[in-house]
């Protein structure tokens, strides 16, 4: 395997000093550069994920367009459903639609805990295609979807303010719930090992949801499985855990023994390091919707973040991913800034 000239980001997992703080943007391969979206003229958004040579070159746009420290593969956390026997479509401007979703026990028969070599084998090719065509340029980030966000698209079938059909099911069927959210743990552990092995330098563990739940609820339907996610990766591969909006168990998230921890912007940077500990890395946590900011107030308040952070045990990254109508020359201010950035 090649070796890294940017290694950034992995010297800051591992809590080195570095020279300068790394940078990379949740969903940076995607509809808001002119690139993307010539590629999603042609192509349907699985098609886009399956095709290697597609996803290999939709991954490595953010690196050549905006100058990001890190690859994240370009895919879906909705692949490991399709993979365990769910019908997935996404649906252009409304999002992922599932016809059959989870809603009895007799509907657990048609999922399975599937070989990931021969369900989602064109990812580890994607990604060794992927660090081929980067030569080291900069470290590649694999993901996967935390099993209580999974589980809330797999019951209720399509986005949702509220998932309340996914909690109800969690609620009146807990038996259920828990077999099914071990059986995406299963897959995910598979899954995530695979991608180290195919040559992903770090996992991000996306729990978008995370933040619907109370912290008991919290801790028994979502953290209880990262845990075993992280525990079952964390020496073979570096792992950053994002639980949007579930700040308030940043303490018990580090404990995971996770390298990284993701935060959004709704939580003062001062505050996470004080409920995560000296040692832990955090990543975030600008407002993505700031990006929609004219330019010289992106780069003031860019500054304010890196500035609260200190410069050390941190990763500069959005606190969700980029919005679509966010203009390449504010992401670009945006990864400018932390680059030019130097403590105080
Ligand atoms: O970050 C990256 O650039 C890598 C690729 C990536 C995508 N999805 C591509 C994508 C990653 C890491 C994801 C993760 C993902 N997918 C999450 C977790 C992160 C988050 O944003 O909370 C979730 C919840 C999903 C499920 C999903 N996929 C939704 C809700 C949608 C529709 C909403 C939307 O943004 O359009 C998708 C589609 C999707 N996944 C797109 C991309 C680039 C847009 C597809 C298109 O229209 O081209």
Redesign the pocket.
């Known amino acids: 395997m090649s070796l890294l000239k940017n290694d950034l980001l992995l010297r800051t997992l591992r809590g080195e000093k570095t020279e300068r703080v790394p940078v990379w943007m ?6 808001y550069l002119p690139e ?1 979206l010539v590629i ?1 003229e042609k192509y349907g ?1 699985f098609e886009r994920c399956q095709t290697p040579e597609l996803a290999c070159a939709i991954t490595i746009q ?1 690196v050549d367009i905006v100058g990001v420290d890190a690859a ?7 692949v490991v459903p399709q993979a365990m026997g769910l019908e997935v479509q ?1 649906i ?1 401007s409304k ?2 639609f599932l016809p059959d979703p989870i809603k009895t026990a007799a509907d657990m028969s048609r999922v399975i805990v599937p070989d990931v070599e021969e369900t989602l084998g064109y990812v580890f090719d994607a990604i060794k295609m992927i660090k081929r065509e980067l030569d080291g340029r900069v470290p590649l980030i694999g ?1 996967a ?1 935390a099993p209580w ?1 999974l589980l809330c ?1 797999m019951v209720q079938g399509k ?1 949702s303010k509220t998932f309340d059909e996914a909690k109800a099911f969690c609620y009146q069927q807990p038996v259920v719930a828990h077999q099914l959210l071990q059986m995406i743990t299963d897959t995910t552990i598979s899954y995530l090992r695979k991608q180290a092995e195919a040559g992903a330098d770090v996992v991000q563990v ?1 729990d ?1 949801w995370g933040g619907l739940l109370g912290p008991e609820d919290f801790e028994n339907l979502s953290l209880k499985y990262i845990r075993q996610i992280v525990t079952a990766l964390k020496d073979i591969v570096p792992v950053i855990v994002f639980a ?1 909006g579930a700040w308030q168990s940043i303490p018990e998230m580090a404990a995971t023994g996770a390298h990284g921890l993701g935060i959004d912007w709704c939580i003062r940077p001062e505050t996470a390091r004080r409920m995560a500990g000296e040692n832990m890395v955090l990543q975030g946590n600008f407002d993505p919707a700031k990006l929609l900011s004219p330019i010289p107030v992106i780069e003031k308040e860019v500054t304010a973040m890196l500035d609260a952070f200190g410069g050390h045990r941190h990763i500069a990254n959005l606190g ?2 980029i919005l ?1 109508n966010v203009p390449v020359a504010h992401a670009k201010a945006f990864v400018d800034t932390v680059k030019n950035w130097r403590p105080r």
């Open positions: 949740m969903r940076q391969a995607g509809r993307y999603r958004f953010p994240i593969l370009f895919s879906d956390i909705l996404l252009e999002g992922p993901f979807g966000t698209y986005g996306f978008s949007k969700h991913g679509p």
